[in-house]
C-alpha cells in the first residue's frame, strides 16, 4: 500500500477514533457493563470453586479464573469488530450504494474505522481495566505467577485478537448484503465467537479433545489465548506457535472475505435513502 494510499485511510482511523471520544456516554455503558459482567462472574466462579473439592479447575486456581473474568470482560468490549454493524447500518439507511461507489476500499474504510475505535478503547477502557483488575487479583486475592515479559506479549496479542475478531466480523457480514435478518447474524456470531473463544466459558474447561481441534481454529486467538499469555499458563515455543497460526487465520479469513464480498456486493438491496 502507498503512502499516500495509507494516509488516506487512516483518516478513517482517526474518524473511530474521534467518534468514540465524542459518545463518552457509550463509554461509560461499556464500563459499568463489563464491571456488571465481571462481578457476575466473579461470584458465579467463586460459587464453583466453593463447591469443589480441587482447588483448581480448568488449570486454573480461583485468583486466576477471576482476572480470566475481569480480563475476558474488558477484552470483549475492546477487541469487538464495528464492521458488521457498520455494514448493517449502511445497507439499512441506504448509504451502502454511496459508500460502493467512492474511489476507496470499502473493506479498507471498514477495518481502519475499527481500528480507530479499537485503539480508543484500549486507552480509554482497556489499559485502567486492566491494571485495576491485575490489582485486585494479585493484592485482594493472592494471584502469583506473573511476569514482566507475559505483560508485554499480551499487547501484541491483543493486537492479533482485534484483527482475527474484524476479520471474522467482516465475513459473518457478508450476509447482510443476502438477508433482512441482521439482527439474527449479528446475535448469532456473537453466539458462536463468544462461546468456542473462550469468553463464556473457558476452553480448559471443555474435553481434550475439543480443546485440540479448537486449538486450530481462529477462536481461541479471539479471547483464550492472549487472556492465558498474560497469566502465564502458556510456554513461549506455544505463544510463538499461537502467534503464527492467528496471523495465519488473519491471512485466510481476510481472503475467503474479499471473496465473499466480490459476490455479496452483486446482492446489495438499498433500503431508505
Known sequence: MKKGIFKRYLIFAKAGFQTLIAYRGNVMLWLFGSLLSATLMGLLWWAIYSFSDS??????????????????????EITMSDSMGMIMSDIR?????????????????????????????????????????TLIAVLGFGL?????????LFV??????????????????QLAFRTQATFGINSMSMTISGFLSGRMVPLSVFPQWAQK?????????????????????????????????????????NIIGKLSYMSSVRKVVVFGG
Open 144 to 152: 502469583t505467577g506473573l511476569v514482566w515479559y507475559n505483560v508485554l
Open 156 to 173: 501484541p496479542a491483543l493486537v492479533l485478537a482485534f484483527l482475527v475478531n474484524e476479520a471474522y466480523d467482516f465475513l459473518f457480514g
Open 55 to 76: 482447588g483448581v479447575i480448568g488449570g486454573f486456581t480461583y485468583p486466576q479464573m477471576l482476572l480470566y473474568v475481569i480480563l475476558s470482560a474488558a477484552m470483549f
Open 93 to 133: 439507511d441506504g448509504l451502502i450504494g454511496m459508500r460502493l461507489m467512492k474511489p476507496i476500499s470499502y473493506r479498507l474504510q471498514l477495518m481502519f474505522t475499527s481500528l480507530g475505535i479499537f485503539i480508543g478503547k484500549f486507552i480509554i477502557f482497556g489499559i485502567p481495566t486492566v491494571i485495576v483488575g
Open 213 to 253: 481441534v479448537l486449538n486450530f481454529t481462529p477462536f481461541p486467538f479471539m479471547m483464550s489465548m492472549p487472556i492465558r499469555l498474560y497469566l502465564g499458563v502458556v510456554s513461549l515455543p506455544d505463544v510463538a506457535l499461537s502467534f503464527a497460526i492467528a496471523i495465519a487465520w488473519i491471512i485466510v479469513i
